[in-house]
């Protein structure tokens, strides 16, 4: 069983930043396949990032440039730089990982991009 909990949600003005991060438990994180993905009201869960544990990573093309995906598998962390938001961003954000065909979800964070 693989616990993950997010942190680092908020309201910032459009143009801002925000660093989400998730923190994860076992032994064998360096081994997970980490991602975020984000969720409006009335539409499906879509994926903003992905790490594998090689560190390769992927973006969804709405926010390649401003978005960054790191890990530190010293910490069980994996992080969500957000540079240039757009309100259009705004969304539960929620961490992801994917370990031995098994898919884990952490509880979500709200992040809101108004002015």
């Known amino acids: 069983q693989v616990q993950l909990v997010e942190s680092g949600g908020g309201l910032v003005q459009p143009g801002g930043s925000l660093r989400l991060s998730c923190a994860a438990s076992g032994s064998s994180f360096r081994r997970y396949v980490m991602g975020w993905y984000r969720q409006v009201p009335g539409k499906q869960r879509e994926l903003v990032a992905t790490i594998t544990p090689g560190g390769w990573t992927n973006y969804v093309d709405s926010v390649k440039g401003r978005f960054t995906i790191s890990r530190d598998n010293a910490k069980n962390t994996v992080d969500l730089q957000m540079n240039s938001l757009k309100p259009e961003d705004t969304a539960v954000y929620y961490c992801?990982?994917?370990?031995?065909?098994?898919?884990?979800w952490g509880q979500g964070t709200q992040v809101t991009v108004s002015s």
């Open positions: 992801n990982a994917n370990y031995l065909q098994r898919a884990y």
